[in-house]
């Protein structure tokens, strides 16, 4: 017998990593040698919070994935458990890259080419998940209206996965190293994104909320 999934179990469960992950960013602030004073330092405490807020970011994708589809089945949860198991290692390549921005930790060239690499192999696994997620819904989803939703979203994040594969070859070939441009190439996303939604609307007739 093929028992009905509990999508509230699964969001609760989802939400219980999101906040384990925010607690390891906190943990992860240096102490004092008598341990009875946190340490927090300017640099320290700018990694943290832009960690704390990326991780924020997608947690919204994923609490938006579930607000759009109410359809629930187990390649679903997989790729959910997949997400959650990339986002807790995700937050400390992460925090890492932004600490050799700040001058909190000193990386050599090859270092610093592999953490690029880390990071966007993250990033990358990440919105594969939500952008499979997407599609499974969307073929399973009866009502057109919701379905191209679903569709579009499918092919949004799915442009993130693009760009961070060619984050990937940038760091991996050390194209532009010396100016952070695997880094920068993210900022494709604004217009890549935004000539989507254009296209998509024009072609589809249908305006996507």
Same mark, same amino acid.
């Given at each position: 017998?093929?028992?009905?999934? %509990?999508? *509230?179990?699964?969001?609760?469960?989802?939400?219980?990593?999101?906040? #384990?992950?925010?607690?390891?960013? !906190?943990?992860?602030?240096?102490?004092?040698?008598?341990?009875?004073?946190?340490?927090?330092?300017?640099?320290?405490?700018?990694?943290? &919070?832009? *960690?704390? @807020?990326?991780?924020? &970011?997608?947690?919204?994708?994923?609490? %938006?994935? #579930?607000?759009?589809? %109410?359809?629930?089945?187990?390649?679903?949860?997989?790729?959910? /458990?997949?997400?959650?198991?990339?986002?807790?290692?995700?937050? #400390?390549?992460?925090?890492?890259?932004?600490?050799?921005?700040?001058? &909190?930790?000193? +990386?050599? #060239?090859?270092?610093?080419?592999?953490? @690029?690499? +880390?990071?966007?192999? &993250?990033?990358?696994?990440?919105?594969?998940? !939500? *952008?499979?997620?997407?599609?499974?819904?969307? =073929? $399973?989803?009866?009502?057109?209206? %919701? /379905?191209?939703?679903?569709?579009?979203?499918?092919?949004?994040?799915?442009?993130?996965?693009?760009?961070?594969?060619? *984050?990937?070859?940038?760091? =991996?070939? $050390?194209?532009?190293?010396? @100016? /952070?441009?695997?880094? +920068?190439?993210?900022?494709?996303?604004?217009?890549?994104?935004?000539?989507?939604?254009?296209?998509?609307?024009?072609?589809?007739?249908?305006?996507?909320?």
């Amino acid at each position: 017998m093929k028992l009905p999934h %509990n999508i *509230s179990r699964v969001e609760a469960f989802s939400d219980a990593v999101f906040a #384990f992950a925010a607690t390891l960013l !906190v943990v992860s602030f240096g102490t004092g040698e008598d341990f009875s004073v946190i340490q927090v330092q300017t640099t320290s405490f700018i990694t943290f &919070g832009v *960690s704390f @807020f990326v991780l924020v &970011g997608l947690w919204s994708v994923h609490y %938006n994935f #579930f607000r759009r589809t %109410n359809y629930m089945d187990n390649w679903i949860i997989a790729l959910n /458990a997949v997400l959650l198991f990339v986002v807790l290692y995700y937050v #400390f390549p992460l925090k890492s890259l932004l600490d050799t921005w700040t001058g &909190g930790m000193g +990386l050599s #060239f090859e270092d610093f080419s592999s953490l @690029f690499q +880390l990071y966007s192999l &993250g990033f990358l696994l990440i919105f594969l998940c !939500v *952008s499979l997620m997407y599609l499974r819904a969307y =073929k $399973k989803t009866k009502s057109m209206k %919701n /379905a191209l939703q679903l569709l579009f979203y499918t092919r949004h994040f799915a442009i993130y996965v693009g760009v961070a594969l060619l *984050s990937i070859c940038l760091a =991996k070939l $050390k194209i532009g190293l010396q @100016f /952070a441009l695997p880094g +920068l190439i993210y900022a494709l996303l604004g217009p890549l994104c935004y000539w989507h939604g254009i296209t998509f609307e024009k072609y589809h007739n249908s305006k996507i909320q």
